[in-house]
T-cell receptor
Framework: GAVVSQHPSRVICKSGTSVKIECRSL??????MFWYRQFPKQSLMLMAT?????????EQGVEKDKFLINHASLTLSTLTVTSAHPEDSSFYIC??????????FGPGTRLTVL | GQQLNQSPQSMFIQEGEDVSMNCTSS?????WLWYKQDPGEGPVLLIA?????ELTSNGRLTAQFGITRKDSFLNISASIPSDVGIYFC?????????????FGTGTLLAVQP
């Protein structure tokens, strides 16, 4: 199947700092990527849809000024958690659609805010 | 956000047993997907279903797209220890990349050797 990577896999930061997470489609181009958040023992909750060359579409209740998304190329989307606080600690997962109408997920990024 | 109802919430079985889990929705979906997630990893696609009534197999896994388009089930036959993980269903209303997935609440599977 298609490969989606995320970097970093783990990040620990101090409260008030900003953290950038990258999502890359390695062997295909993706005009649309999605960002999810998953709390322990819970399901994936969609945060936003990232569209190449245009603004992201955020789900209800997700602060767009706090979770900045940039889809600068057909293989890269970034999620920046600004002024992170302990309640932002979570597992962040991205996904990307292939040209064959299949959605593949990245391995996730564990964010811990101290 | 919306979630699909998935049952059972967890299952603890012996190696070799068959497993069945299902997912229901109050609204119609045009695509049903089943994923498996290992701890600390992203979900991995197991089976995709695109047509009502469709029955699809992938090795020991079989999934069906319900006739009403409001449900789906996943069966695992002759379970083995590496089947351990969390299984999620996901539904999609429209086709194509702009249509987001709605995930189920997940089924935790534990297999005792």
């Amino acid at each position: 199947g298609a490969v989606v990577s995320q970097h970093p896999s783990r990040v620990i930061c101090k409260s008030g700092t900003s953290v950038k997470i990258e999502c890359r489609s390695l062997d295909f181009q993706a005009t649309t990527m999605f960002w999810y958040r998953q709390f322990p023992k819970q399901s994936l909750m969609l945060m936003a849809t990232s569209n190449e060359g245009s603004k992201a579409t955020y789900e209800q209740g997700v602060e767009k000024d706090k979770f900045l998304i940039n889809h600068a190329s057909l293989t890269l989307s970034t999620l920046t958690v600004t002024s992170a606080h302990p309640e932002d600690s979570s597992f962040y997962i991205c996904s990307a659609w292939t040209p064959y109408n299949e959605q593949f997920f990245g391995p996730g990024t564990r964010l811990t805010v101290l | 956000g919306q979630q699909l109802n998935q049952s059972p919430q967890s299952m603890f079985i012996q190696e070799g047993e068959d497993v069945s889990m299902n997912c229901t929705s109050s609204s119609i979906f045009n695509t049903w997907l089943w994923y498996k997630q290992d701890p600390g990893e992203g979900p991995v696609l197991l089976i995709a279903l695109y047509k009502a009534g469709e029955l699809t197999s992938n090795g020991r896994l079989t999934a069906q797209f319900g006739i009403t388009r409001k449900d789906s089930f996943l069966n695992i036959s002759a379970s083995i220890p590496s089947d351990v993980g969390i299984y999620f269903c996901a539904g999609q209303r429209g086709g194509g990349a702009t249509n987001k997935l709605i995930f189920g609440t997940g089924t935790l599977l534990a297999v005792q050797p």
